[in-house]
């Protein structure tokens, strides 16, 4: 399970400190018709909005206090699957065990609302603490979804070609809030990876090593800014030009491409 794989690599990198993180995945394609009779195996949990194209989907999402290094050993055990009710406000757990979902759940199904909505094929949500990436969030200037992209993106080609929509910064709000989930869910129209300022990022992918590989190119491009800074000088960066012939060559889309 690439979910078990993911959660590995991102305690291995020491974005997963204790409970930190959350993975969501859209499941439905993988349901047998029993799934929709499975009896629920804890009361159900009201959502606090309505999502309308969420109706009887499925999705495994990591459990709320569960540790991503204990997720890459065993995901059931640490994870649950819920069924959304068919009133799109609220869901209920099916399997493996009664494991309540994390508190990013809002972010995590508002965007996979707008995902279906917007005819995408994206199935994987990811929230972690990417230490590069977050030391530069405590930095004004980067808070600036422009700039902050065009910085990362001139450090190395492949970064572009890897994470050609950039990233889009979502100013400080309440982990776990209705407002954070706002606010992620407006630059997800324009972003696969946002970064929630002073806090981590949240990626969108096809899959899950999608939003994690995105993630991982952009951190990259924060590291080698941050050993240049610490050789004593300010990193030159390519030039506009270079990055428009990257963009030109390798055919890289402006938008999400599924
Ligand atoms: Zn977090």
Redesign the pocket.
């Known amino acids: 399970m690439d979910v078990a794989e993911v959660a590995g690599h991102i305690w291995a990198k020491g974005w997963g400190e204790r409970n ?2 959350n993975i969501t995945l859209n499941v439905t394609e993988f349901a047998t018709p029993d799934w929709a009779t499975m009896p629920a195996l804890a009361p159900r949990v009201e959502l606090g909005m309505t999502l309308p194209y969420l109706r009887g989907m499925y999705f495994y999402c990591k459990g709320t206090q569960m540790r991503m290094r204990d997720l890459a050993r065993d995901p059931m055990a640490n994870g649950a699957v819920i069924r959304i009710c068919e009133d799109c406000a609220g869901y209920e757990m099916i399997a493996d065990k009664p494991v309540m979902p994390t508190s ?1 759940l809002p972010s995590h199904l508002m965007v996979q609302n707008y995902l279906i909505e917007s005819g995408s094929r994206y199935k994987a949500t990811l ?1 972690t ?1 990417p230490i590069e990436l977050v030391a530069m969030s405590h930095n004004p200037r980067f808070l600036d979804s422009e700039v902050m992209t065009r910085t990362l993106w001139s450090m190395i080609p492949e970064t572009l070609a890897f994470a050609p929509l950039g990233i889009g910064v979502v100013p400080y709000q309440v ?1 776990g809030s209705m407002e954070l989930a706002k606010a992620t869910l407006e630059k997800i129209h324009d972003y696969d990876v946002t970064m ?1 300022e002073k ?2 990022v949240f990626a969108v992918g096809q899959d899950i090593m999608d939003a994690f590989d995105q993630v991982d190119v952009l951190n990259k491009a924060a590291n080698i800014y941050m050993c240049a800074h610490n050789m004593g000088f300010e990193p030159t960066g390519m030039t506009d030009q270079a990055m428009k012939d990257v963009q030109n060559i390798f055919h890289l889309p402006k938008q999400r491409p599924c």
Do not use: A, D, I
Request: aromatic fraction near 12%; charge should be negative; hydrophobic fraction near 10%.
């Open positions: 930190g993180g990013e929230h603490h982990p929630w806090h981590g």
